[in-house]
């Protein structure tokens, strides 16, 4: 079942994007900032609170839910799960960033690609070169599609497979939710009692994406140039400051041949609306690296294999769920 309902949650997603400004993300930053203002104030205990209220609460709800609606109905189980997927898994949350971009550097508008980029992440590129925007493009749209699409269907199918239905999918859009939340808003309003929710969350993150993020890798690895995936993942993802990011951009890079990693565009200091920012999912993410890997400086044709890499994961992970689907099927 857990087959069925990524499909029909992808195929409703591209049919029917869902609205960056929809009121279920406006209730998630609700609940979030409603924890943070009620049970944080300052101290370690607090932060563990304010993560388990906007995280694990969250994710036990549904797995209950689930858990009483497959009792009643496996159709309505079934449902449920493509729905909470259609909310939380998906390339349309962020492919219209990358798009746009495409577009703009295809029709030779460098400067409106810097301004989109810099919407999209909230970095300042109005310097950047052309080689630069393609990179900050490659690198945030690599980490986007794991975010939005890799790391919810693998926390999906963990806990799916427990019987926990769409549980695992909540937990990892949430604790990601939460790691860019009090990012951000530590960084517009510098209050110091969030600074050890921000660390919390950024670290429990970490955690819950330490596999996701090396199967990524490895995806990227076998549907890419295999050899020189494996060889840049062991050899750069040292160069990245967080870990996972390091693994998936690595081993991406080495299985298109493309280098990425190096200087960090500066992030903009506005006062964007938080609510607004969080929604979209164009909260600043800082990729720092120490350096950069081997490799072919991108270009324009790199924009269209790393379209080809990420949908050729997406038909190994599905292709691989199918088979054990059917295995479990069958004993």
Do not use: C
């Not at 609170?49 to 839910?65: K, R, S």
């Not at 269907?153 to 806990?159: E, I, N, R, S």
């Not at 350096?291 to 400086?297: C, L, V």
């Amino acid at each position: 079942m857990s087959f069925f309902a990524v499909l029909f949650a992808l195929l409703a997603e591209q049919l029917k994007p869902l609205s960056n400004l929809n009121p279920i993300h406006h209730g998630l930053t609700g609940w979030v900032r409603w924890a943070g203002r009620n049970f944080d104030a300052g101290e370690d205990m607090h932060a563990r609170v304010v993560w388990g209220i906007t995280v694990l609460a969250p994710a036990a709800l549904t797995a209950i839910i689930y858990v009483f609606t497959n009792r009643y109905s496996t159709v309505l189980a079934l449902g449920l799960d493509v729905a909470v997927l259609y909310l939380t898994l998906g390339f349309r949350q962020f492919s219209h960033h990358f798009t746009d971009i495409r577009d703009a550097l295809e029709a030779g508008r460098e400067d409106r690609a810097r301004e989109l980029l810099a919407h999209w992440q909230n970095l300042d590129a109005s310097e950047l070169p052309r080689t630069e925007i393609l990179r900050h493009v490659l690198e945030y749209s690599l980490l986007a599609a794991h975010r939005h699409v890799f790391g919810v269907f693998f926390w999906f199918v963990a806990l799916s497979s427990l019987g926990l239905g769409p549980a695992g999918a909540v937990l990892y859009r949430m604790a990601e939710f939460a790691s860019r939340y009090w990012s951000y808003r530590s960084q517009i309003t510098g209050v110091s009692t969030h600074d050890r929710l921000m660390s919390l969350s950024q670290t429990l993150f970490s955690l819950v994406d330490h596999a996701p993020a090396r199967l990524t890798a490895f995806g990227f690895a076998v549907v890419g140039n295999f050899e020189d995936a494996v060889d840049a993942w062991r050899r750069h993802a040292v160069l990245w400051v967080r870990p996972n990011e390091g693994t998936i951009l690595s081993a991406a890079s080495g299985a298109l041949g493309v280098r990425l990693g190096g200087q960090v565009a500066p992030s903009t200091d506005g006062a964007r609306d938080v609510s607004r920012t969080i929604t979209q999912g164009d909260a600043p993410d800082v990729i720092e690296a120490q350096g950069s890997t081997t490799g072919a400086a991108p270009q324009m044709a790199h924009l269209r294999s790393v379209v080809g890499l990420i949908w050729r994961s997406v038909v190994l992970w599905m292709l691989l769920l199918a088979l054990l689907s059917l295995a479990n099927l069958i004993g």
